[in-house]
């Protein structure tokens, strides 16, 4: 489970950096944070202290955070269209995740970690688009939702 999470949330923010990249923000590739290596993404609370703490004491929820990746808005080409793509991009990969953790649910090979992984992988990555989604400051639903609303 833990290493769905890990890996699903470094996935969240390269995907913030990537669409940031392609709306003309390079900051995130400048500071080396478009990578799946975790290294970069590790936040010592949020990425181990809190879900090591969870797991040792089998609080039933695992959760966690990694490191925000930088973005300067004023890069984008377009502000408006740059801040709606960069805040949907990290729930909308979670939901891609989501979808090919059900298709190898779906393919049943057999082995009952697979399954788990799989399992546990639609879980987390729907729960991840679904929270991040809520409209309150950090998360990308408060970006979207203050881009949307007039002035």
């Known amino acids: 489970m833990a290493i769905v999470l890990l890996f699903s949330i ?15 923000d390079p900051t995130a590739r400048i500071m080396g944070r478009i990578t799946l290596n975790p290294g970069p993404h590790i936040d010592p609370v ?20 990694a490191k925000p990746v930088p973005v300067n808005p004023l890069n984008f080409r377009n502000y408006r269209w740059g801040e709606i793509t960069v805040s949907a991009a990290g729930p909308l990969s979670n939901l891609a995740l989501a979808v090919a953790f059900a298709f190898l ?5 057999g082995n009952v970690g697979v399954v788990k ?16 989604l809520i409209p309150i400051p950090p998360l990308d639903g408060s970006h979207i939702l203050a881009i949307l609303l007039p002035p």
């Open 10 to 24: 470094i996935v969240h923010e390269v995907a913030h950096g990537y669409v940031a990249l392609l709306n003309g």
């Open 46 to 65: 949020g990425s181990i202290l809190i879900p090591g703490i969870l797991l040792l004491t089998h609080a039933g929820l695992l959760f966690g955070w």
């Open 105 to 109: 649910l779906r393919l049943d090979l």
């Open 117 to 132: 992984m799989a399992y546990f992988g639609v879980i987390i990555n729907i729960f991840l688009a679904l929270f991040n």
